[in-house]
């Protein structure tokens, strides 16, 4: 029988490897690599201000972020509100290495990608320790001893005087093969940086569900009394699973620091910690879609409820005060509407457009 | 094939004795019966043998391990494998995961190879995934291969909770009340599937069951708890002439 590589009808699998593919079919992989490409190419198409890069940016950082809380608390099951903390550990970590060498040694600015790997691997290291908790507790109480992770970070930055307090420590401009960055190639520089990143490691997280070292998080979610039965160990899954969170969380931490230029401790608060599982709850817990639109979704709405209570406060100057409460508010509403009304996030909404598409134009 | 040995032992949670000096042996390549009254402690004995509980004392031996301080995912990889008696199935995956997991300790590749996904890792997956096939096969479970477990019916999951079990390519299943609220078609199914386990897939049975009749068919051997005691113990024509038995299943004139 001949093969239909191209849509999803008269697709046929002769193999388990053919089944193991990412995209199933050859209109998906095409999509794909058009909108991958487009990431690519709009920045040199449109004129873009720095200011709106950096917009972008900081969303396709927050992307990695999420992208390890997604894993520990979709996947493994196991929530945490320390996840800032585990980003401003990859941030400190660069910043460590500023205060001794000096923001403009050459490990920074010449071996950024060497130093953004050691974030990640301190990130994973400091996931593994403050997951050691989860051996014993479970649900609230793990939660609990994340906040405690969050609160011993916080006060370890803000106390010590080597990390000036919390005040921002400087981070130098890098090098590449075209030499120094420039102020005004800044942004679009680190947006290729970051978006390479993200698609990297997207790749990354993709392949690791599909393989046993996903299904054991999921397994440990799900039922680890089973898990266990079925020769998975599952303390060490859970360690593993936040190791794996912190290792995403510190390269989405140094990435933030080379961004910025500098780190400081405002940008890892209990605030942003709740922030990121916001993003991961509308976008979707549990699914790999869900750490893109969640970030989108949440950045997006921020930007866009300052500029409307902006917009409010020019000509209502007497409720200026209500128009700056209106950014938590908002940000609290949403999350309670997404949890009421779509407990599986904006990644659902794509599942059923996506489903839509697949049987087009034959509905069944 | 190895025997596994049950040595005088005690199980107690405080003052409550759960299990009090049971022995037993289960004899390779037999189907042997656990019965009891609720409450006998035949789910104790399972969860003692599979590493759940730890016994108070005496001790269990499965060919040359000495599993009483062994945990559960060191027994399964001894070769045992169990089947719980409340679903305990991973409901948001489905069954084709549920059962992939269950080859966890045959895959080998490493978490870079995982995320790469390319040549071993992938080579690997598809051959355990050939395994795998052949379990969905032998239980019949083609139609639900890409469904999540949840939303299955609850004789169809119990098939799933036993396929399970089964593709951990055990050497001694523990099946505990795998036809627990089923109706008559799907117990035949069910027996069907363990005599089929025990003559084709050459794997010691262990069954823990209400149905008397059920058991009377198919045992080999059978042995009777009654709070936390072993009452009886012998082929089936035997136990039934136990007075003990008789005494605990349907009470003093």
């Given at each position: 029988?001949?093969?239909?590589?191209?849509?999803?009808?008269?697709?046929?699998?002769?193999?388990?490897?053919?089944?193991?593919?990412?995209?199933?079919?050859?209109?998906?992989?095409?999509?794909?690599?058009?909108?991958?490409?487009?990431?690519?190419?709009?920045?040199?198409?449109?004129?873009?201000?720095?200011?709106?890069?950096?917009?972008?940016?900081?969303?396709?950082?927050?992307?990695?972020?999420?992208?390890?809380?997604?894993?520990?608390?979709?996947?493994?099951?196991?929530?945490?509100?320390?996840?800032?903390?585990?980003?401003?550990?990859?941030?400190?970590?660069?910043?460590?290495?500023?205060?001794?060498?000096?923001?403009d040694h050459v490990l920074l600015t010449h071996y950024w990608p060497l130093m953004i790997l050691l974030a990640g691997g301190v990130g994973a290291v400091i996931g593994a320790i403050v997951g050691l908790p989860s051996l014993r507790l479970k649900h609230l109480y793990l939660v609990i001893a994340t906040l405690s992770f969050q609160m011993i970070f916080q006060w370890t930055i803000n106390f010590s005087r080597f990390y000036d307090q919390g005040q921002t420590i400087a981070i130098g401009r890098v090098f590449w093969f075209a030499g120094k960055v420039t102020r005004k190639q800044h942004y679009f520089f680190w947006y290729y940086v970051i978006l390479l990143v993200v698609v990297v490691l997207g790749f990354?997280?993709?392949?690791?569900?599909?393989?046993?070292?996903?299904r054991c998080l999921v397994a440990v979610r799900d039922n680890d009394r089973a898990a266990d039965a079925m020769g998975i160990h599952p303390g060490f899954t859970k360690v593993y699973a936040f190791a794996l969170s912190g290792f995403f969380a510190g390269v989405a931490g140094a990435l933030h620091a080379y961004l910025w230029r500098g780190v400081g401790f405002e940008s890892f608060t209990l605030h942003h910690s709740i922030s990121y599982l916001a993003m991961a709850i509308v976008g979707g817990l549990g699914t790999l879609v869900g750490s893109f639109f969640g970030p989108v979704a949440i950045l997006m709405l921020e930007l866009q409820v300052e500029n409307i209570a902006e917009f409010v406060g020019h000509y209502f100057t007497a409720i200026g005060d209500v128009a700056t409460a209106f950014r938590p508010l908002s940000f609290g509403l949403v999350i309670v509407l997404f949890l009421m009304f779509e407990p599986r996030g904006i990644a659902n909404w794509w599942r059923i457009t996506r489903t839509y598409f697949k049987l087009w134009p034959f509905r069944y | 094939m190895a025997t596994l040995k049950v040595d005088d032992v005690t199980l107690s949670f405080g003052g409550l004795n759960a299990l009090f000096g049971v022995s037993l042996d289960v004899q390779p390549g037999l189907i042997t019966s656990i019965i009891g009254p609720n409450g006998a402690g035949k789910t104790s004995l399972l969860n003692c043998v599979s590493g759940f509980y730890h016994p108070t004392s005496g001790d269990i031996y499965y060919g040359d391990h000495k599993l009483n301080k062994a945990s559960p995912h060191q027994v399964s990889i001894m070769g045992i494998a169990r089947a719980f008696q409340n679903i305990e199935l991973f409901s948001g995956m489905t069954v084709l995961d549920n059962l992939m997991l269950a080859r966890h300790k045959n895959l080998h590749y490493g978490l870079l190879a995982a995320m790469v996904f390319f040549g071993k890792a992938s080579?690997?997956?598809?051959?355990?995934?050939?395994?795998?096939?052949?379990?969905?096969?032998?239980?019949?479970?083609?139609?639900?291969?890409?469904?999540?477990?949840?939303?299955?019916?609850?004789?169809?999951?119990?098939?799933?909770?036993?396929?399970?079990?089964?593709?951990?390519?055990?050497?001694?299943?523990?099946?505990?009340?795998?036809?627990?609220?089923?109706?008559?078609?799907?117990?035949?199914?069910?027996?069907?599937?363990?005599?089929?386990?025990?003559?084709?897939?050459d794997a010691t049975v262990v069954l823990v069951e209400h149905d008397l009749g059920v058991v009377m068919d198919i045992s080999d051997r059978i042995y009777v708890l009654d709070f936390g005691e072993l009452i009886g113990a012998g082929s089936p024509d035997e136990v039934v002439k136990i007075p003990k038995v008789i005494e605990a299943y349907i009470g003093e004139e």
């Open positions: 029988m001949a093969e239909n590589r191209w849509l999803a009808t008269g697709n046929f699998f002769t193999s388990y490897r053919a089944e193991q593919r990412i995209f199933l079919t050859n209109i998906d992989r095409l999509v794909f690599t058009c909108f991958l490409l487009l990431l690519f190419v709009w920045p040199l198409v449109f004129e873009v201000s720095n200011k709106y890069m950096l917009v972008i940016d900081t969303i396709l950082i927050a992307i990695v972020a999420v992208y390890g809380l997604n894993l520990l608390t979709g996947f493994a099951g196991l929530i945490s509100i320390g996840h800032a903390a585990f980003v401003g550990v990859g941030a400190y970590t660069l910043a460590t290495f500023a205060r001794i060498l000096g923001s990354a997280v993709r392949n690791l569900l599909r393989s046993k070292h996903g | 080579q690997e997956e598809s051959q355990n995934r050939q395994y795998v096939e052949e379990v969905i096969d032998f239980m019949e479970l083609e139609p639900y291969r890409k469904q999540t477990v949840g939303n299955l019916s609850y004789g169809i999951q119990k098939r799933v909770e036993v396929a399970r079990a089964l593709t951990l390519a055990p050497q001694l299943l523990l099946l505990d009340e795998p036809m627990a609220g089923m109706n008559i078609a799907e117990k035949e199914d069910m027996v069907r599937f363990i005599i089929d386990i025990q003559k084709e897939r």
